[in-house]
């Protein structure tokens, strides 16, 4: 039934106050989604003593799109306009200001079983369990089409092992449909399902919100981490590279210390005394200056053998301001 003339006025109102006020819009895929359901997540998305959650809106995507063109008309540089080519199907816009994983999870909450019905694509693998089915054994040759191993148990028929009835994204035969309605077996769901994502002017699919805090984090770690690896190589001092161009000095200078007798320096004796002797860092030592000279000792062993693994290797690693690693470079 088409929309009244006072109704398309108060629908192209909300949809460009919405426009103005929300930063962030869903579009949702509403296939095989009936407006009782529809009505349900609304209900779902509101907030006692709250403003809504989220807004839903359906209409005709030649509706939306006119109001759009004509919001921009007058808002030419408003982003809106990145959302105008997604605009395409049967889909509802989902108008938020809050956090998008939660609006996608209430969306993706409220799922209505159903049937397969024959020609539709199988939203995900479809399987038969064993055991009784209620049919009689007159039956037995609409198994055995399927492929379905079976036998007669108790006078009825009885499936013997599980079996993969439907892939994912296959369509739904007269075959396969009619056994699960015998079975009485709903396989699917339906509900809003998460399309684009519109954010400010930008435009990207649903499984960006899978990304978590600390995956972001990792993989700027991860980046800085090929980024000091990078200016250590090529010798050019960074933020990153720095404070590993700074470790690297100090354990030439640890080392330089260590083979000098008459040279050494605050950040060194433990080195030195370490080498001299280990069995007093040992962990039968005890007290508290056992305790505290303890890690040095570890530290001690660790630098020794890292400079020694540097000169068999040639040296190649850089110092604090780009030399060579025992090129003789003057600080």
Same mark, same amino acid.
């Given at each position: 039934?088409?929309?009244?003339?006072?109704?398309?006025?108060?629908?192209?109102?909300?949809?460009?106050?919405?426009?103005?006020?929300?930063?962030?819009?869903?579009?949702?895929?509403?296939?095989?989604?009936?407006?009782? =359901?529809?009505? =349900?997540?609304?209900?779902?998305?509101?907030?006692?003593?709250?403003?809504?959650?989220?807004?839903?809106?359906?209409? !005709?995507?030649?509706?939306?799109?006119?109001?759009?063109?004509?919001?921009?008309?007058?808002?030419?540089?408003?982003?809106?306009?990145?959302?105008?080519?997604?605009?395409?199907?049967?889909?509802?816009? @989902?108008?938020?200001?809050?956090?998008?994983?939660?609006?996608?999870?209430?969306?993706?909450?409220?799922? !209505?079983?159903?049937?397969? !019905?024959?020609?539709?694509?199988?939203?995900?693998? @479809?399987?038969?369990? +064993?055991?009784?089915?209620? *049919?009689? +054994?007159? =039956?037995?040759?609409? #198994?055995?089409?399927?492929?379905?191993?079976?036998?007669?148990?108790?006078?009825?028929?009885?499936?013997?092992?599980?079996?993969?009835?439907?892939?994912?994204?296959?369509? @739904?035969?007269?075959?396969?449909?009619?056994?699960?309605?015998?079975?009485?077996?709903? +396989?699917?769901?339906?509900?809003?399902?998460?399309?684009?994502?519109?954010?400010?002017?930008?435009? #990207?699919?649903?499984? @960006?919100?899978?990304?978590? =805090?600390?995956?972001?984090?990792?993989?700027? *770690?991860?980046?800085?981490?090929?980024?000091?690896?990078? *200016?250590?190589?090529?010798?050019?001092?960074?933020?990153?590279?720095?404070?590993?161009?700074?470790?690297?000095?100090?354990?030439?200078?640890?080392?330089?210390?260590?083979? *000098?007798?008459? #040279?050494?320096?605050?950040?060194?004796? +433990?080195?030195?005394?370490?080498?001299?002797?280990?069995?007093?860092?040992?962990?039968?030592?005890?007290?508290?200056?056992?305790?505290?000279?303890?890690?040095?000792?570890?530290?001690?062993?660790?630098?020794?053998?890292?400079?020694?693994?540097?000169?068999?290797?040639?040296?190649?690693?850089?110092?604090? #301001?780009?030399?060579?690693?025992?090129?003789?470079?003057?600080?």
């Amino acid at each position: 039934m088409p929309l009244s003339k006072e109704k398309k006025e108060a629908y192209f109102e909300r949809l460009q106050e919405w426009i103005k006020t929300y930063s962030k819009i869903m579009l949702v895929q509403v296939d095989n989604v009936g407006s009782s =359901q529809i009505q =349900q997540i609304r209900m779902t998305m509101r907030r006692e003593g709250q403003d809504d959650f989220a807004y839903i809106l359906m209409g !005709k995507n030649t509706l939306i799109r006119k109001i759009i063109n004509e919001f921009l008309e007058e808002n030419a540089d408003h982003p809106i306009k990145a959302l105008l080519p997604h605009i395409k199907g049967n889909v509802g816009l @989902v108008f938020t200001n809050e956090d998008m994983t939660q609006v996608r999870e209430k969306l993706e909450s409220i799922r !209505k079983p159903a049937p397969a !019905k024959v020609g539709s694509l199988a939203q995900k693998d @479809v399987f038969v369990p +064993p055991g009784g089915t209620g *049919c009689d +054994p007159g =039956q037995t040759s609409f #198994f055995q089409v399927l492929g379905i191993p079976t036998k007669i148990q108790r006078g009825q028929i009885e499936i013997v092992s599980e079996v993969h009835l439907i892939k994912k994204g296959d369509k @739904v035969g007269p075959s396969e449909g009619a056994l699960l309605d015998k079975l009485d077996i709903r +396989p699917f769901d339906y509900g809003l399902m998460l399309g684009m994502i519109y954010n400010n002017g930008s435009v #990207f699919s649903p499984e @960006v919100l899978d990304i978590s =805090q600390e995956d972001l984090k990792n993989k700027f *770690c991860a980046g800085v981490t090929l980024l000091a690896s990078v *200016c250590l190589g090529a010798g050019y001092p960074t933020l990153a590279s720095v404070p590993h161009s700074v470790a690297n000095a100090f354990k030439d200078l640890v080392a330089v210390a260590v083979e *000098c007798e008459e #040279f050494s320096f605050e950040k060194a004796d +433990p080195y030195k005394a370490y080498l001299a002797d280990p069995s007093a860092f040992s962990g039968g030592g005890g007290g508290d200056a056992g305790a505290a000279s303890g890690g040095g000792g570890d530290a001690a062993a660790a630098v020794v053998e890292d400079k020694k693994e540097s000169s068999e290797d040639g040296g190649g690693g850089m110092g604090m #301001f780009g030399d060579d690693e025992g090129g003789g470079g003057s600080y």
